[in-house]
């Protein structure tokens, strides 16, 4: 058995401040072990359950937060930023299953620790067919695009509903409880940690008993991009296929799921490029 495994940091336990989450801040050194402690709990618990083979993908920020050297043996790690579909780079290569780690809410999401959708300074809401989007959303409509089937996601109490509407089959661990986009009740590390691997094994069981299916989005998909502020738009509305919809919006018609990922990175950076540009 195969399991890809995904990480981001603003669900993680503990996590709740800005400095936490870029390399610079002074709680980052905190994150680096609780991502190894968490990442830890779930490898031994899905290798206790006949899994085989793990990759893991170091999936927030500049995408080297968990140290190479502490990863446990045997585990492949794939880090490092402007990656082919980001946080789930590799899926293509064939996995049973998915499991994401640290997940949070999407943007707009109310009293939600971090809320955000990919990338927090260019976008305030995406919107896929209609829908509101996650990265838990897009990233599972990936994995699914491959076949995998996302069986477990860990993260703040927020986040649950969308989960468990989107992808009922799925196990959700409720890590935090959010109180405020930088606040949380925190449940200690040990209660975590077993609720963790009662969850891989409950994801586990269910997989076994093909009860997981991947979460697909049939035919093409039509994308909304309410940018945080009308320059980015302004900037955007050049990029081919890209409809300027209103001072802060834009729509985009794409083939599959896998190209409305590739737009909405190339948006983001292209976002901060002009934050960077007009800067003062």
């Known amino acids: 058995m195969r399991i890809y495994v995904s990480v981001d940091a603003e669900g993680l336990p503990g996590v709740f401040h800005p400095s936490h989450l870029v390399p610079e801040g002074r709680l980052f050194p905190e994150l680096k072990e609780i991502a190894v402690r968490v990442l830890r709990t779930v490898v031994e618990e899905l290798r206790r359950h006949g899994c085989s083979e793990v990759w893991v993908a170091d999936s927030h920020g ?155 989005l049939e035919g093409p998909a039509t994308v909304e991009f309410r940018m945080r502020r009308s320059e980015y738009a302004d900037a955007a509305e050049d990029v081919p296929g890209v409809e300027r919809v209103d001072a802060y919006t834009l729509r985009y018609a794409a083939r599959d799921v896998v190209e409305v990922y590739k737009v909405m990175s190339v948006l983001a950076m292209l976002a901060s490029a002009v934050d960077a540009a007009f800067r003062v």
Not at 124 to 149: D, K, W
């Open 62 to 216: 500049f995408m080297g937060n968990i140290p190479y050297l502490e990863v446990p043996d045997g585990v492949y790690l794939v880090r490092g930023s402007l990656r082919p579909v980001s946080m789930v780079y590799g899926i293509e290569r064939g996995f049973d299953a998915a499991v994401f780690l640290g997940y949070h809410s999407a943007a707009a999401t109310p009293r939600s620790i971090a809320e955000h959708t990919y990338s927090g300074l260019a976008f305030s809401e995406i919107r896929v067919n209609g829908v509101r989007a996650s990265e838990f959303y897009i990233n599972a409509l990936v994995a699914g695009h491959y076949g995998v089937p996302v069986v477990l996601v860990a993260g703040d109490d927020k986040l649950r509903g969308d989960v468990l509407e989107k992808a009922p089959w799925a196990v959700y661990v409720t890590i935090k409880e959010s109180a405020s986009r930088f606040s949380a009740v925190m449940k200690p590390m040990n209660v975590v940690a077993e609720e963790l691997r009662a969850g891989v094994a409950e994801a586990v069981g269910r997989l076994r008993e093909g009860a997981a299916r991947p979460l697909r």
